[in-house]
C-alpha cells in the first residue's frame, strides 16, 4: 500500500501532518465508531451517502480488494463498472497519501522461497520452536538492532517483554550481543532459559560436525529477569549493566518485539535516562493503551482539536490491511462471518434490548453453517435460549447483503492505517520535543507481520549512516 515515508518529513511537516490526520478522522469518525456487528441494528449502509452505496453495491470480494483497497490480485486489471463519486475517491486517495508507508524496502522475503517454513537465513538450531513469521521478525528486528548497536557504540541490549526469548536468543547467541531480557511472566522465563540451554546445546553440536567454522568469541545466553516495567515508573533493574562499566559507562540500547499497549510507552519513557543511547521499538495492541498516559504523549498532538483515539479506533487500527485484502482477493466462504454475527445481533436484540455486542466465543467452521444454525449456537453463547423462534425471512434477506456488510467493513479498515499513522507520529514528535533524534522505518513483510514499523531513536544524529538501517543484509 502507498503512504508517506517518516524520514522524508521535516519536523514541521510531521506536525503538519498530524493536523491533517485529524481532520481527516474527525471527517470519517461515523465509519471508524462503527462495530460491524451492528450493521443491521444500526442499519450501517444506511448512513453512507447514497453515492457511495450506488458505487459500492453489488462489488464482489475481488473487485473490492482492487478497487476500494488498491490491492488487486496478482495480474489482475483494475476495471471499474461505474464512475464513482468523488468524495469516495477522495476518502481513498486521502488514506493512501497520509498513512505512513507500509512497504519496507525489499521485496516478498526471499528467506521463504525455497521453503515457506524455514527462513533460508537462519541456521536449523536458530529456527526450531519458531514459526516462520517470528523467524522473519527476529532476523529483521535482530540485524537492525546489531547494526544501530554499532553506530551507536551500545554495550548492552535491553529486550524488554521478551517472552520466550526468541529474540534475545538469535541476537546474543546469533549476533554476539550482550543481552538483557525482561519479561514479567515466570513462566515464560523459565521456558526461555530452557530455549536457551538447547540452543546452546544444538550449536555446539553443530560446531562438532563442522569443526572448520569457528566463532569469534565465547558464547553467552541472554540475562533473563523476572520484571514488570509499569508504564509510568523508571524500572531501575532495566537500567543496570551486566558486565563491569567501561570507562565511559553503560550505554544501552532499549528494544521490544511487538511491546503490547503501555509497554512501548514504557520504552519511550526509560529512553530519556542518561544511560540509554538508543531505541528499537515496535509496538501493537494499541487498544491497550492507557487513557490518559498512553495517547497523545506529545505537546503538539494533545493540544490538536479532535485529537482522541477511543479505545474503537485503536482497536481498529490493529487489523491487518493486506490479510484481509488477500481473504477479498480469495472470495472464500470465512468472509461472511461477519455477516451471520451482525445478523445474531438483531435476534439478540430482540430477545434482550439491554444486551449490547456481547462477546460470543469462536463458532467453528462458520462457512459450513446455515444462518439460522449460527444464530443458534451463538444465542447458547451468550446464555440464550438457542430454541427461540427466528424470523428466517430476515435472516435470509440480512445473508444476501454479505458483500455490503464486506464493503462497509473495507471501508473502515481503509482508514484503519491512519489512526496507527498518528498513534506512531505522536510518538516521533514526542522524542523529537525532548531534543532527540527518532525516524520511523517499515522493517518486516507486512503480509506476515502487520505491524511492521519500527521506531529508532538516538540520541546524537546518525545522518548518512542511518541508511544503514534500511538496507537488507545479503
Known amino acids: 500500500m502507498p503512504g508517506v515515508s517518516a524520514r522524508g518529513l521535516s519536523h514541521e511537516e510531521r506536525r503538519q501532518l498530524a493536523v491533517n490526520l485529524t481532520r481527516v478522522l474527525a471527517r470519517y469518525r461515523p465509519i471508524l465508531d462503527a462495530y460491524i456487528i451492528e450493521f443491521f441494528t444500526d442499519n450501517l449502509w444506511g448512513t453512507l451517502p447514497c453515492s457511495w452505496q450506488e458505487a459500492l453495491d453489488g462489488l464482489n470480494p475481488p473487485q473490492l480488494a482492487a478497487q476500494l ?4 490480485g496478482e495480474g ?20 493512501y497519501a497520509l498513512a505512513f508507508t507500509r512497504t519496507p524496502g525489499f521485496q516478498t522475503p526471499s ?64 549476533l554476539g550481543l550482550t543481552v538483557k531480557s525482561i519479561e514479567g511472566d515466570r513462566r515464560l522465563v523459565e521456558r526461555a532459559q530452557r530455549l536457551d540451554r538447547e540452543l546452546l546445546q544444538a550449536l555446539e553440536k ?19 529477569v523476572v520484571r514488570w516495567v509499569e508504564p509510568t515508573a523508571l524500572c531501575k533493574e532495566l537500567l543496570l549493566p551486566l558486565e563491569p562499566l567501561p570507562p565511559r559507562g553503560a550505554r544501552l540500547l532499549l528494544t521490544g518485539l ?12 526509560h529512553f530519556s535516562c542518561p544511560e540509554v543511547v538508543a531505541l528499537a521499538s515496535v509496538g501493537c495492541c494499541y487498544m491497550k493503551l492507557s487513557e490518559p498516559g498512553g495517547y497523545p504523549l506529545s505537546q503538539w498532538v494533545a493540544g490538536l482539536r479532535g485529537s482522541e483515539l477511543p479505545y474503537r479506533l485503536r482497536e481498529g487500527a490493529c487489523h491487518a490491511l493486506e490479510d484481509y485484502a488477500e481473504r477479498l482477493q480469495r472470495a472464500g466462504p470465512g468472509l461472511r462471518t461477519h455477516c451471520y454475527r451482525a445478523a445474531l445481533e438483531t435476534v439478540i436484540r430482540g430477545a434482550r434490548p439491554e444486551l449490547r455486542r456481547p462477546g460470543v466465543q469462536g463458532i467453528p467452521r462458520v462457512h459450513e453453517l446455515k444462518i439460522e444454525e449460527y444464530v443458534q449456537r451463538g444465542l447458547r453463547r451468550v446464555g440464550l435460549d438457542p430454541q427461540l423462534p427466528l424470523n428466517l425471512a430476515a435472516l435470509r434477506a440480512h445473508q444476501a447483503q454479505e458483500n455490503r456488510v464486506v464493503a462497509f467493513f473495507s471501508l473502515a479498515l481503509l482508514l484503519a492505517p491512519l ?56
Open 69 to 72: 483497497l488498491g490491492m488487486p
Open 76 to 95: 489482475e486489471v483494475v476495471r471499474y463498472r461505474s464512475v464513482w463519486p468523488l468524495t469516495l475517491l477522495a476518502l481513498k486517495s486521502t488514506a
Open 111 to 174: 528467506e521463504f522461497l525455497e521453503n515457506p517454513s524455514q527462513s533460508s537465513r537462519l541456521t536449523a538450531p536458530f529456527r526450531k520452536h519458531v514459526r516462520p513469521k517470528k523467524q522473519h521478525e527476529i532476523r529483521r528486528l535482530g540485524e537492525l538492532v546489531k547494526k544501530l548497536s554499532d553506530l551507536t557504540g551500545c554495550t548492552q541490549v535491553v529486550d524488554i517483554g521478551s517472552g520466550q526469548g526468541h529474540l534475545s536468543r538469535f541476537m546474543s547467541l546469533g
Open 206 to 224: 553443530e560446531e562438532k560436525r563442522n569443526p572448520q567454522v569457528t566463532r569469534a568469541g565465547p558464547r553467552h545466553s541472554p540475562h533473563h
Open 258 to 269: 511487538h511491546a503490547c499497549g503501555d509497554l512501548s510507552v514504557a520504552l519511550l519513557r
Open 419 to 474: 489512526v496507527e499513522t498518528l498513534i506512531l507520529l505522536d510518538r516521533l514528535l514526542c522524542l523529537q520535543e525532548q531534543g532527540f533524534h527518532a525516524e520511523l522505518l517499515p522493517i518486516f513483510s507486512p503480509e506476515l507481520s502487520p505491524r511492521n514499523l519500527v521506531l529508532v531513536a538516538t540520541k546524537s544524529p546518525l545522518g548518512e549512516a542511518f541508511s544503514l538501517l534500511e538496507t537488507e543484509d545479503s
